[in-house]
């Protein structure tokens, strides 16, 4: 259950850092579950890091961003200050007890219960959150286990 276009453009934009460590990955699950349940638009951190002039002005533009960081580095919210955006909702998943653990999977349940916390967060910071919809595949089919 997608958001139509227009209802998506209402949305609030979510950035996750995406880096290789398995909390990192996990931020990028979190932030494609958010952008596939209608919870929020997921646009490109690495873009708007990149200088990308389009992707900037959709950071910059006036939605509700969320920011979601899997380690104390906060690449996600600083690629987004170097621009003077600063999220309605920034999540560090190191507050979530998440480790961070390179070439490794992130934990689904781990990831499920993270996710649930957040869309509550998100309801609370930002204006007009839609209800979620079922989420578009388990968890543990994204991390190949």
């Known amino acids: 259950m997608r958001p ?13 850092c995406s880096g290789c460590s398995s909390a990192a990955q996990m931020t990028n699950w979190i932030a494609v579950q958010l952008d596939r349940r209608g919870i929020a638009e997921m646009s490109c951190i690495a873009g708007v890091g990149g200088d990308v002039p389009s992707l900037v002005r959709k950071a910059r533009g006036d939605r509700s961003v969320v920011a979601v960081d899997g380690c104390v580095l906060q690449c ?30 992130f ?33 543990t089919e994204s991390v190949g286990r």
């Open 4 to 16: 139509s276009v227009k209802r998506r453009r209402d949305l609030p934009l979510v950035y996750s």
């Open 76 to 105: 996600a919210r600083n690629c987004l200050a170097r621009h003077g955006v600063t999220p309605a909702v920034h999540h560090l998943l190191s507050d979530d007890g998440v480790r961070k653990r390179p070439g490794e999977d």
């Open 107 to 139: 934990d689904p349940e781990q990831a499920e219960r993270v996710l649930g916390g957040l869309i509550e967060r998100i309801r609370e910071g930002t204006r007009g959150v839609p209800e979620p919809a079922e989420p578009a595949e388990p968890a």
